[in-house]
């Protein structure tokens, strides 16, 4: 008789905590083969449910289809799809054959998609709309149909190294393919990590709220699963739709980005009560300002609100729970298994309190992520790097972040973040959603513009005086375009670079 370890890990009874994707859920449809592991809701709100059997198996047989064309450890596989249960079936049968699955956003141009594959080289393309000449490409319908007939064991078990590359384009324009060089899968530590992070648990109803292409919807979803957890997943993500799905369906955890959050609030008769099923509410992606943090935990209690700050290039991550929020306003959290630096320009060492470039380390635990199309990010002798936020740390060693460094504007000789004008535009009751940007000006060198979208008619003098209340001279907008909505791209951030392009090719 063998024998039956113990982990963290409920489902996981093998001698080693680490498992791969494919064996977590080979465990997992083991003990509840017949309970629904995902439920895809359709724009006409139509169910389709896959038990945890059935998305094993399914996951099997493309992982076996996917070998039976010479994918494996070494190439990559690009899936450009929405959130389907084929999407995520893929993503198990990507990583079951050891190659690399590289998600990226349905709506890729076609000059984008192939840059992307130019950079990639993937071995397969499974695509619904732009197939990039000269590489083989296939539609989820086909990968459905032609894994039909093949095997619904699993193959034998492979870690795939590297697990994910993703795209991100960033604020210039240019799109960057980050590859993460590590295995697929977690650990019992891992999973430690990850619960205390982000306040998930074992089996629980989960809303997946976000495009599985962009990182922290693809980490929650996936470690969602790995955890057991019934991954409800919308076609709709637009605020309102969240809001009904998450009272329809009693959601327990959902993940989102501080700009959904502040959709929500414009939902028509949006009340607390709504949530009342959710047990943890997690929110990353984006700068969640302290007015809407403390409008949120009015509605979600304060230790069942997780904010995660991290980026893709896996340079550090923080976190913070509501309660511990309320005690340090604005922060961010600390990096419990590493270390953060603040440093000026010229690389010192800034005191507590300074605003400075952040650099952070895990040091010997650094995972291995590269650039594969622009030169990597260089660590110190400490391993510290950075991605270009701005922040501070207070004297207790919380972080705070204040801006993306390529959003800083320099104007008249004085540096404006342009999150602080947006929270401040933002407060008014007015207006939704606002975007600066700085504008080539022969004056200023850099001229503060305001792109705002209101909710009722507003004019610029209305919105200048109120922002004084709050903002010295030199940091109120110059100018002011009013328009219907704020693009943004599928991962809910900010197409700025566009709107500045926008804003000069209209003349102001």
Not at 469 to 492: M, Q
Request: hydrophobic share 35%; aromatic share 8%; charged share 25%.
């Amino acid at each position: 008789m063998s024998k039956t370890y113990e982990h963290f890990n409920i489902f996981n009874h093998d001698e080693i905590s680490k498992f791969t994707p494919g064996k977590q859920l080979a465990n997992i449809a083991a003990v509840k083969p017949d309970e629904t592991a995902l439920i895809y809701v359709s724009n006409e709100n139509k169910e389709s449910v896959m038990t945890w059997r059935e998305l094993e198996r399914y996951s099997n047989r493309i992982a076996w289809f996917l070998m039976d064309k010479g994918i494996g450890p070494g190439s990559s596989v690009i899936v450009a799809l929405t959130n389907t249960i084929t999407h995520v079936a893929l993503a198990f049968g990507i990583w079951k054959t050891g190659a690399c699955y590289a998600p990226i956003s349905n709506r890729t141009p076609k000059r984008n998609m192939m840059e992307i594959c130019n950079c990639i080289d993937p071995s397969l393309v499974v695509t619904n709309r732009n197939q990039p000449a000269g590489y083989e490409c296939m539609t989820s319908t086909e990968i459905k149909e032609q894994s039909e007939g093949y095997s619904n064991e699993m193959p034998p078990d492979i870690e795939a190294i590297p697990n994910i590359a993703n795209c991100s384009g960033g604020t210039t324009g240019k799109t960057k393919v980050i590859q993460q060089n590590i295995p697929a899968g977690q650990s019992d530590e891992g999973l430690k990590s990850w619960f205390h992070n982000s306040g998930m648990d074992f089996e629980m109803r989960q809303l997946l709220a976000g495009p599985l292409f962009h990182g922290a919807p693809h980490s929650a979803a996936f470690n969602g699963l790995y955890c057991g957890n019934t991954l409800i997943m919308p076609a709709n993500l637009k605020a309102d739709n969240i809001v009904k799905l998450i009272k329809e369906y009693k959601i327990e955890y959902v993940q989102m980005v501080p700009t959904l959050m502040q959709r929500i609030l414009h939902v028509p008769d949006f009340k607390k009560e709504d949530f009342s099923s959710v047990k943890t509410l997690c929110h990353t992606g984006g700068m969640c300002s302290a007015d809407l943090k403390k409008e949120w935990l009015e509605i979600i209690e304060p230790e069942n609100l997780y904010e995660i700050y991290s980026m893709t290039e896996c340079v550090g991550l923080t976190s913070i729970r509501g309660d511990e929020w309320l005690k340090h306003p604005g922060s961010v959290g600390k990096m419990d298994n590493g270390s953060i630096s603040i440093r000026d320009e010229e690389g010192n060492e800034l005191p507590n309190g300074q605003v400075g470039e952040i650099f952070m380390s895990w040091g010997e635990f650094s995972p291995h992520v590269v650039y594969k199309n622009i030169p990597n990010i260089e660590a110190d002798d400490k391993g510290f790097k950075s991605v270009g936020d701005m922040g501070y740390v207070d004297d207790d060693g919380y972080l705070y972040f204040t801006d993306i460094r390529s959003d800083m504007i320099v104007s008249g000789g004085e540096n404006i973040f342009a999150a602080e004008v947006e929270t401040v535009l933002k407060k008014h009751d007015k207006v939704i959603d606002a975007v600066i940007v700085g504008l080539p000006d022969s004056e200023w060198g850099r001229r503060i513009h305001a792109i705002v979208e209101a909710k009722s008619p507003v004019t610029e003098k209305e919105l200048i005086k109120f922002a004084l209340n709050y903002l010295p001279p030199y940091k109120i907008p110059k100018s002011f375009e009013f328009i219907d909505e704020i693009p943004r791209n599928e991962s809910g951030k900010i197409l700025r670079h566009d709107l500045l392009e926008n804003a000069i090719k209209k003349g102001y």
